[in-house]
């Protein structure tokens, strides 16, 4: 790729408003109201993570904002336009919405090409995304036959093609190994380092923790929460304290006899809630129950998430039963 070529690719970001306003949009199919009033934006220079249950309408936000669906009312803007309206969209917006959406007889090269050309970009482009990912090694190989992480990378590539200030990826740590998830999660976090707006939907919590500056959380087609990973993390541990026991059952009962709640959290630790950690220790000193911990908190994502959405819920399944014998 030509200097030239690289400083107005990276020029354009910094002129470009790299931002994604999706703005009061309801789209029904047949009788499913798929988004009820969907309302948030992307900003610039962070990691956003885009989170629900499965049917809280997550994908179809993101074809609406890419153009795929028509909302029923509403809008989603890219950069400050409807995405349909974008010259050279790739320049603006690179999504990853489905990595096995490829043509499994052309190489990984060959794919790459042919959406450079559609756009106008040379092939050293091509050979710079390649180098971004670390595909080089198979190239010449036919993306049918990739692995899944394979086919993540794959469409990153894509997706970075034309070097835009807003990205969208659509579940782009499912099929990597442990090794392309800290790949990808630096790789992210350089991406809104630049400036761009990134925005990452998963239902990985304990990645998007590490990944995530901001979270946006939707439930039956509308937003949930819309804040910082660290603010939700606080909000979910405020009031509960950690406790550590070799006695669990003898400080369970004494404790929730005090109107605290109580849950197990492993062999020796429990989640109390309702009971501050001075009268806590008071009631455990009392009685003689032996601790070897207690202090503050702090929620998992994992946890956070699951209090928000747990009216938003659609499909439950049922708890196992003792198999007869």
């Given at each position: ?165 807003v990205l969208m990826l659509d579940e782009p740590l499912n099929g990597l190994d442990p090794e392309g998830i800290i790949w990808m999660r630096g790789f992210l976090a350089t991406l809104a380092s630049e400036g761009r707006a990134v925005l990452v939907s998963s239902h990985l919590m304990s990645e998007l923790q590490d ?108 708890m196992p039963t003792e198999v007869a014998r």
């Amino acid at each position: 790729m030509s200097a030239t070529y690289s400083q107005s690719m990276k020029m354009a970001i910094g002129t470009s408003t790299a931002t994604v306003e999706v703005v009061d949009v309801y789209k029904r199919f047949g009788q499913t109201q798929a988004l009820d009033g969907m309302n948030f934006t992307v900003a610039a220079g962070k990691v956003t993570g885009f989170v629900g249950p499965n049917g809280a309408g997550k994908t179809t936000t993101m074809r609406v904002i890419l153009g795929l669906d028509r909302p029923d009312r509403g809008n989603a803007l890219v950069g400050g336009q409807p995405y349909r309206s974008l010259h050279r969209p790739l320049s603006h917006l690179g999504a990853l919405i489905d990595a096995a959406a490829i043509q499994p007889s052309r190489t990984a090269r060959n794919h790459l090409l042919w959406l450079a050309h559609s756009q106008g970009y040379p092939a050293s482009r091509v050979d710079e995304v390649i180098r971004q990912v670390g595909i080089e090694s198979a190239v010449k190989r036919k993306a049918g036959g990739f692995s899944m992480g394979m086919r993540q990378r794959l469409g990153i590539a894509a997706a970075l093609l034309g070097d835009p200030p807003v990205l969208m990826l659509d579940e782009p740590l499912n099929g990597l190994d442990p090794e392309g998830i800290i790949w990808m999660r630096g790789f992210l976090a350089t991406l809104a380092s630049e400036g761009r707006a990134v925005l990452v939907s998963s239902h990985l919590m304990s990645e998007l923790q590490d990944t995530a500056d901001h979270l946006i959380v939707v439930g039956r087609g509308k937003v949930v929460a819309d804040t910082s990973v660290q603010a939700l993390l606080a909000s979910a541990s405020r009031g509960r304290v950690t406790l550590r026991t070799s006695a669990r059952e003898q400080a369970t009962n004494l404790l929730a006899g005090t109107g605290a709640t109580v849950a197990v959290t492993g062999a020796d630790s429990l989640t109390v809630d309702g009971l501050p950690s001075e009268q806590l220790v008071s009631l455990l000193t009392r009685d003689n129950i032996p601790f070897s911990e207690v202090s503050a908190h702090r929620a998992s994502l994992e946890e956070a998430y699951m209090e928000l959405t747990r009216d938003a819920v659609q499909y439950h399944g049922a708890m196992p039963t003792e198999v007869a014998r």
